[in-house]
Structures are given as structure tokens and as C-alpha cells.
């Protein structure tokens, strides 16, 4: 069974920047359309970017034009640049497919704050 690991999230002030890690392990991550999603607390997870597997990019508004998404295919591993970074990012941030989803990581906090 496919396990999902993000990592990469911390403690930084407002404006900083952070680079998050989505490595799947045993999977075809190569080919799939990946999401990164976040989930602030007591509000729904919701989509934050995607990457296709021939790297076409989507970003919602709240992140357009501060976060990139990535993709190591040779690594199996999807990363989510995170730009001037705002409190309202802070969440825990989730990777998986836009179909047919593995079963969920536990993702990894980001807490944005001075």
C-alpha cells in the first residue's frame, strides 16, 4: 500500500519561506496529478496547488504568485515552495492524487506567526 509522507513544515515569521516534501513511496506518483492541500483548524481541507504529470500547474488565489509546486519524478517526491508566507497559511498541508486518492499522510504543520 502506498504511504504518503509530507514534511517539511515549522514555525516561521510572516514574509518568510518554506519548502515542503510529498514523497510516495511505491507508487506510479510519476503519473498522476499530485494536490497539496491545506487544513486550518476547524475548517475543511481544501486544495492549495496542483501539478500534473506533464507539469501543468494550478495555485488557488490565496497562493497565486507565492508558491510554486514541483515534482522529482526520479524521487518519487512533489515539493510546495511556500513564498512570503502569511498567518492566514497557517494549517497542516496534506499531498495526495486528484483521483483515486491514496490513503491519507498525516501531513505537516506550518505555523506562521511573529
Known amino acids: 500500500q502506498v504511504q504518503v509522507v509530507e514534511s517539511g513544515g515549522a514555525l516561521v515569521q510572516p514574509g518568510g519561506s518554506l519548502r515542503l516534501s510529498c514523497a510516495a513511496s511505491?507508487?506510479?506518483?510519476?503519473?498522476?496529478?499530485i494536490v497539496w492541500y491545506h487544513q486550518g483548524s476547524g475548517k475543511q481541507r481544501e486544495s492549495v496547488a496542483s501539478?500534473?504529470?506533464?507539469?501543468?500547474?494550478n495555485f488557488a488565489d490565496s497562493v497565486n504568485g507565492r508558491f510554486t509546486i514541483s515534482r522529482d519524478n526520479a524521487k518519487s517526491t512533489v515539493y510546495l515552495q511556500m513564498n512570503n508566507l502569511k498567518p492566514e497559511d497557517t494549517a497542516v498541508y496534506y499531498c495526495n492524487k486528484a483521483l483515486n486518492p491514496w490513503r491519507w499522510g498525516r501531513g505537516t504543520h506550518v505555523t506562521v506567526s511573529s
Open positions: 501539478i500534473t504529470a506533464r507539469g501543468f500547474t
Open positions: 511505491g507508487s506510479a506518483i510519476s503519473t498522476s496529478t
